[in-house]
């Protein structure tokens, strides 16, 4: 009996240490965490985050727009040069073709010249082909200012805006 007696005693003992160590794990009374000051502080820095990440989004949406419109203008820019290169082209093809009947012509007026034969045939043509080699540079500089002036068209309408 004795030896139950001491047994019941032990597991009585026991059984406090136990509870009293469930009692100390056991987090003491709490604050709702509506009224506990650092929850609320957590909050706010949480909302300050989110607000933070939606600007930051917002700024990289943007940034991603304005790359595609700046895609778009250089899309546009290459067009504008493939058409300036074009008329270039275009333009050198006709000095190409004047340079040549001038050369022809210069030829046959120095034959002539040379045959002491004032042929008034020849004298036209040259004078015809001289007149096309006029007209063929202004057609080149007027190309010429028009590159000018589509360039120039972007950096004036930046300074009226500014202005």
Do not use: F
């Amino acid at each position: 009996m004795q030896d139950l007696a001491e047994l019941e005693r032990r597991i009585t003992a026991a059984l406090q240490r136990i509870g009293a160590g469930i009692e100390a794990m056991a987090p003491p009374a709490a604050v709702p965490l509506a009224e506990d000051p650092e929850v609320a502080h957590l909050r706010e820095a949480l909302e300050a985050e989110k607000m933070l990440t939606a600007q930051l989004q917002e700024r990289l949406r943007a940034l991603k727009d304005r790359g595609g419109s700046d895609q778009t203008e250089l899309e546009a820019k290459v067009d504008r040069m493939t058409r300036q290169l074009d008329v270039q082209g275009l333009e050198v093809k006709r000095m190409r073709k004047t340079v040549i009947a001038l050369r022809e012509t210069l030829r046959a007026l120095r034959q002539a010249q040379s045959d002491g034969v004032a042929d008034p045939e020849t004298l036209n043509r040259a004078m015809a082909v001289e007149l096309e080699s006029v007209r063929v540079s202004r057609l080149a500089e007027i190309a010429e200012m028009d590159e000018i002036l589509a360039e120039l068209d972007p950096l004036i309408g930046e300074v009226r805006i500014d202005a």
